[in-house]
């Protein structure tokens, strides 16, 4: 679950998101008390603490939240408005403490090749319905539509509906309350890509509505009407309430919208609570603001040159290593650092000990065209400035006179630059059907290995630099806290709002 659990928490909090260049504006809250609340983050991934006020949270979701997607996000809002309305089995914290979600326990079976997870006692959907085990495993069958949204996550959303497919052909139904998962290798802890938002459960698809989830939030009916919601269509308004929520309730009501974004200063000058961003022009303008703090997110992402060009060996102290730092300092307006090769989290190494579902099967890998100067291009996600500028300095070194402080492969890269839509781009990247591509990848990926981005026949991944948003928050107004993947989580909070 993206939200915290708080014994009572009557709250209101407006935030307005701006990552990768979408603007997100959403919100969060505690739910009170029940069966289906999510949990408390550890102290040590506390960003900020909050305090409790009442009212409601407004949402905005630009480009509007599809149904049909649940509960694979495409875009940085579904991101947010699934795991309100969806559990995964366990979460995981900033420290990799496994926690319970849907799941109220688990065991391990064949010295951890298997686990066996029994379902939180009383967890319904927002029908009232018991969940039950049959029923995890039929949502884990039942694949999401659609595509695209924000190049970010719409590179992930191929790889996760073949986790989806994988981990429920890997599990099986005990009894009306367990469900036992088998995994390609013994592992001592469940693996972390169970908390996944892939396997978040949900009950089979209604026509013309949301499918119910198990979360803390629930639709209201007056929602699922709203505008004839079905499963296809863009949804640019609905209200999400607490479970067991009635009028007077102190508890926070989420309304999410899908209106234009605005100039992110406009939104701080109209007394917003909560904006997310790495543009400097808005964090220096939030500078000269009263009552306001900044807090720095963790390095949650790593921009990365995937290439068709496999020749040379990774350049850790040398040429390579003073072009990240360059890139760094001067390619990019994001606060960024140089990316270390040996931590991060798509190299080899760090994925040994990543298990996957028994089920998983690895594709082919394509074989890379040859890397020429005269042919091919670098392209990037459309809506992401940071690639794009990553993309563009590439470009200008690779025709810069040849020197020492100048690894020798990036003389070959092509010479043109494309940006492409979110769609065509994840598409070009599973086909490798262009020369080398520029993108970023989460730092903490929970994805199985054999679904990550991976170097095949004739292709080379390079980290470049590692980038990082900042929170402008109203003083007193919100507690900010990160889950184990760099998701924000807020609890606490806010201002007192409109009733819903």
Not at 398 to 417: D, F, N
Request: charge should be negative; proline fraction near 11%.
């Amino acid at each position: 679950m993206y939200v915290l659990r708080m014994t009572d928490c009557p709250a209101l909090l407006r935030f307005f998101a701006v990552t990768a260049g979408v603007s997100v504006l959403a919100a969060a809250c505690a739910a009170g008390p029940g069966p289906s609340a999510g949990t408390v983050a550890p102290p040590a991934c506390e960003l900020r603490p909050g305090v409790v006020r009442g009212g409601v949270f407004e949402v905005h979701a630009p480009g509007g939240i599809e149904p049909g997607h649940v509960p694979v996000p495409s875009t940085p809002a579904e991101r947010i408005g699934f795991r309100h309305l969806y559990e995964t089995l366990m979460q995981v914290d900033c420290l990799g403490t496994r926690r319970p979600g849907l799941a109220g326990s688990w065991v391990s079976e064949e010295n951890g090749r298997a686990w066996r997870f029994t379902l939180r006692e009383g967890a319904t959907f927002w029908d009232g319905t018991p969940v039950r085990a049959e029923d995890v495993l039929a949502s884990w069958r039942d694949p999401p539509s659609g595509s695209g949204g924000d190049s970010a996550e719409a590179v992930l959303v191929s790889a996760r509906a073949r986790l989806r497919a994988a981990t429920a052909g890997s599990a099986e139904v005990v009894d009306a309350r367990t469900l036992r998962v088998v995994l390609d290798r013994p592992v001592s802890d469940p693996p972390a890509w169970l908390a996944d938002p892939a396997l978040a459960v949900h009950s089979p698809r209604p026509a013309n509505a949301w499918p119910p989830g198990t979360g803390s939030w629930r639709l209201h009916p007056d929602a699922l009407r709203h505008g004839e919601i079905s499963t296809s269509a863009t949804v640019d308004r609905w209200v999400a309430w607490p479970e067991g929520w009635t009028p007077g309730d102190p508890r926070p009501v989420l309304r999410f919208h899908a209106r234009r974004a605005r100039d992110p200063r406009e939104l701080l000058d109209a007394g917003e609570d909560l904006l997310v961003t790495d543009d400097p022009a808005v964090l220096a303008y939030a500078a000269t603001l009263p009552a306001v703090a900044v807090v720095p997110l963790p390095w949650d992402r790593t921009y990365v040159l995937f290439v068709g060009d496999s020749t040379a060996e990774m350049d850790l102290e040398g040429a390579e290593r003073a072009m990240r730092e360059a890139l760094a300092r001067d390619a990019v307006r994001a606060e960024a650092r140089a990316s270390d090769p040996r931590a991060f989290g798509g190299t080899a190494p760090a994925c040994e000990n990543v298990p996957a579902p028994v089920a998983l099967k690895v594709d082919d890998a394509l074989p890379a065209p040859p890397l020429s100067a005269a042919a091919g291009r670098i392209v990037y996600p459309r809506e992401d400035r940071t690639a794009r500028e990553l993309a563009e300095r590439l470009v200008a070194l690779a025709v810069a006179p040849p020197g020492p402080s100048l690894p020798a492969w990036v003389t070959r890269l092509p010479r043109v630059v494309e940006g492409l839509p979110a769609d065509g781009f994840a598409e070009a990247l599973r086909r490798r059907s262009e020369a080398a591509f520029v993108l970023s990848l989460p730092r903490e990926s929970r994805l199985p290995c054999a679904l990550r981005l991976q170097p095949g026949p004739g292709w080379s991944l390079r980290p470049l630099v590692d980038a990082r948003s900042r929170v402008i928050a109203a003083d007193d107004v919100v507690g900010l806290a990160v889950d184990g993947d760099g998701t924000l989580l807020l609890f606490g909070a806010g201002r007192t709002g409109e009733s819903p």
